[in-house]
């Protein structure tokens, strides 16, 4: 069975990456337009999801909500947070994503993801800093006096 995923530790991850707690209650929550809140921030509550694993269900409110909800997106599934978020589940409104700790397959997936990403970028500052030993190095044998004959 899945690791059980409760609300305050996923509220704890979302207010130290700076965004702000509502305490909305789940009443709430159902009611009204996510848009209908002055500052933009997060509501959670607690679900069990169809395999009885307890989950989170993030909210985002306020006058840009759909922003909030892109960053609490990118804010969860950052590899020191490992939790997986899925937009698309049963009884999920527009506003709202579903949160539940990551597998170990899932974060080596995106392990694997992030490196195939930044290959090309690792490749070129490899090649340019042996470009940059190669220049070093002949000018250190041109200030010795010990140019190469060819």
């Given at each position: 069975?899945?690791?059980?995923?409760?609300?305050?530790?996923?509220?704890?991850?979302?207010?130290?990456?700076?965004?702000?707690?509502?305490?909305?209650?789940?009443?709430?929550?159902?009611?009204?337009?996510?848009?209908?809140?002055?500052?933009?921030?997060?509501?959670?509550?607690?679900?069990?999801?169809?395999?009885?694993?307890?989950?989170?269900?993030?909210?985002?409110?306020?006058?840009?909500w759909f922003?909030?909800?892109?960053?609490i997106h990118?804010?969860?599934?950052?590899?020191?947070?490992?939790c997986t978020?899925?937009?698309?589940?049963?009884?999920?409104?527009?506003?709202?994503?579903?949160?539940?700790?990551?597998?170990?397959?899932?974060?080596?997936?995106?392990?694997?993801?992030?490196?195939?990403?930044?290959?090309?970028?690792?490749?070129?500052?490899?090649?340019?800093?042996?470009?940059?030993?190669?220049?070093?190095?002949?000018?250190?044998?041109?200030?010795?006096?010990?140019?190469?004959?060819?």
């Amino acid at each position: 069975m899945p690791r059980a995923t409760r609300a305050h530790t996923i509220a704890k991850h979302l207010t130290n990456g700076g965004f702000t707690d509502l305490h909305l209650t789940e009443a709430e929550q159902h009611e009204g337009h996510p848009g209908q809140y002055d500052t933009d921030g997060f509501a959670l509550r607690q679900h069990t999801d169809a395999d009885g694993t307890l989950v989170a269900i993030a909210g985002a409110y306020g006058p840009d909500w759909f922003a909030t909800m892109r960053e609490i997106h990118y804010r969860l599934e950052r590899p020191y947070v490992r939790c997986t978020v899925l937009t698309e589940a049963p009884g999920l409104a527009d506003h709202e994503v579903l949160v539940r700790w990551a597998t170990s397959a899932e974060l080596q997936e995106r392990k694997r993801a992030r490196a195939r990403t930044q290959a090309p970028i690792a490749a070129l500052l490899r090649q340019q800093e042996a470009a940059a030993k190669a220049a070093a190095r002949q000018q250190e044998l041109e200030e010795a006096g010990q140019t190469g004959l060819w």
